[in-house]
């Protein structure tokens, strides 16, 4: 049985590339580490913008990793057993983690910090220009 593309009506046009994308974020979901995504309202200094801070307790700074990857914000960290140390119990494990976000066209990531375990990355939110472009009609007889 194949499957109904979500966007097939035919009022839509050159979304498959949409399409796609959708179909490689609902697969790729892992809840590691947690999230949040907030919006931040627009003030003197800075446009609206998006807030992305994720709970990375017991990550440093040298073990984590932002960059943008051609359309999408990647967040990777890394950690490494140390194999000095002698654990009664272990609770707690090193591991790795990679969270993906797909960015729509024109956004811009403006900083990320981190504080007390949490990892934030603030997105500008690109203003949409209106666009009204008139074609031509030509007469054929």
Do not use: C, W
Request: hydrophobic content about 40%; overall charge neutral; aromatic content about 6%.
């Amino acid at each position: 049985m194949s499957r109904m593309p979500s966007l097939s009506s035919p009022f839509l046009l050159g979304f498959d590339e949409i399409e796609r994308v959708l179909d490689r974020v609902t697969k790729a979901a892992d809840g590691y580490p947690p999230y949040n995504i907030e919006r931040i309202a627009r003030d003197d200094r800075n446009p609206e913008r998006l807030r992305i801070t994720l709970a990375v307790a017991g990550f440093t700074l040298d073990q984590l990793e932002v960059s943008v990857e051609e359309s999408q914000l990647v967040i990777r960290g890394r950690q490494t057993d140390d194999k000095t140390r002698q654990f009664i119990h272990r609770g707690i494990a090193a591991r790795q983690f990679q969270r993906t976000f797909v960015l729509a066209d024109g956004m811009e990531v403006l900083r990320a910090d981190l504080k007390n375990g949490l990892l934030s990355i603030d997105l500008a939110r690109p203003e949409p220009a209106r666009v009204v472009r008139t074609i031509s009609i030509t007469p054929h007889e």
